[in-house]
C-alpha cells in the first residue's frame, strides 16, 4: 500500500507525461461559459460528477483510486468530487450539492469497455446529466453557473454520442481516460 505522498507524486509525474494523451477537443461551449468558467473565484468549488466505471485497460492508478481522481486533482479550484451509479442516476445527495457550486463538470464515459459490460451506460449517463443540467437551470439562484460535459468514447459510435447530446451547450470530448488524457481535458477548458 503507497502513502498518500508517494501517490501524489506518482500523480504528479503522470501528469507532467500528459502531452498529448487523450486527444481532448472543446467540442462546443458558449464563450461566456467558458469565461465564467476560467474566472472562478478562488472560494468557489467545482462540482465534479463520475460515473462508477472500472479503470481504463491502460491506467497505472492503484486499483482502490477512483479512476476520475486524476481529473479533480488536475482541476485548478477546489473540487467537491462526486461519483454517481449508472443504476441509480440523479438522487437528492447529488441536488444537495448544487446549491454550493461554482461549477459542474460531469462526466460520461462511454468507452468501448464500459459499453460491453452495460449496454445502457452512455443513455443512463446521458440521463444524469440530463437531470442535474435541468435542475440547474429550474433554480433562479445557481441557473448561470457553468455546466460542461466531459464525454469520454474511443470508438466510432462517438459522432452519435455527441449528435445524442446536442442539448449540452458546453462538451469536451476525450478518447481515453487515463491520468494524462484527464489532464489535458483540463487545459483544454481552462487553456493552459
Known amino acids: 500500500m503507497s502513502s498518500p505522498t508517494s501517490s501524489k507524486s506518482n500523480l504528479t509525474a503522470l501528469?507532467?507525461?500528459?502531452?498529448?494523451?487523450?486527444?481532448?477537443?472543446?467540442?462546443?461551449?458558449p464563450s461566456e461559459t467558458l469565461e465564467r468558467l476560467r474566472?472562478?473565484?478562488?472560494a468557489e468549488v467545482i462540482t465534479l460528477f463520475?460515473?462508477?466505471?472500472?479503470?481504463?485497460?491502460?491506467?497505472?492508478?492503484?486499483?482502490?483510486?477512483?479512476?476520475?481522481?486524476?481529473?479533480?486533482?488536475?482541476?485548478?479550484?477546489?473540487?467537491?468530487h462526486v461519483p454517481y451509479r449508472?443504476?441509480?442516476?440523479?438522487?437528492?445527495i447529488h441536488t444537495d450539492f448544487l446549491p454550493t457550486?461554482?461549477?459542474?463538470?460531469?462526466?460520461?464515459?462511454?468507452?468501448?469497455?464500459?459499453?460491453?459490460?452495460?449496454?445502457?451506460?452512455f443513455e443512463q449517463q446521458l440521463r444524469f446529466a440530463r437531470d442535474?443540467?435541468?435542475?440547474?437551470?429550474?433554480?433562479?439562484?445557481?441557473?448561470?453557473?457553468?455546466?460542461i460535459l466531459l464525454?469520454?468514447?474511443?470508438d466510432a459510435v462517438g459522432p452519435a454520442y455527441v449528435n445524442a447530446?446536442?442539448?449540452?451547450?458546453?462538451?469536451?470530448?476525450l478518447n481515453d481516460y487515463t491520468t494524462a488524457a484527464l489532464a489535458n481535458a483540463v487545459g483544454v477548458l481552462f487553456g493552459k
Open 15 to 29: 501528469f507532467r507525461g500528459a502531452s498529448v494523451a487523450g486527444d481532448a477537443k472543446l467540442v462546443r461551449c
Open 39 to 42: 474566472r472562478l473565484n478562488e
Open 50 to 80: 463520475t460515473p462508477f466505471v472500472p479503470h481504463p485497460p491502460s491506467t497505472s492508478l492503484a486499483k482502490d483510486m477512483d479512476p476520475f481522481e486524476p481529473l479533480g486533482r488536475a482541476l485548478p479550484r477546489q473540487v467537491r
Open 86 to 92: 449508472l443504476d441509480n442516476g440523479m438522487t437528492e
Open 101 to 121: 457550486s461554482g461549477a459542474i463538470v460531469i462526466v460520461i464515459c462511454a468507452t468501448a469497455s464500459v459499453i460491453n459490460h452495460n449496454k445502457q451506460a
Open 132 to 147: 442535474i443540467s435541468r435542475r440547474i437551470a429550474e433554480d433562479d439562484l445557481i441557473a448561470g453557473i457553468p455546466v
Open 151 to 154: 464525454l469520454v468514447d474511443n
Open 165 to 173: 447530446m446536442q442539448d449540452i451547450p458546453a462538451l469536451v470530448t
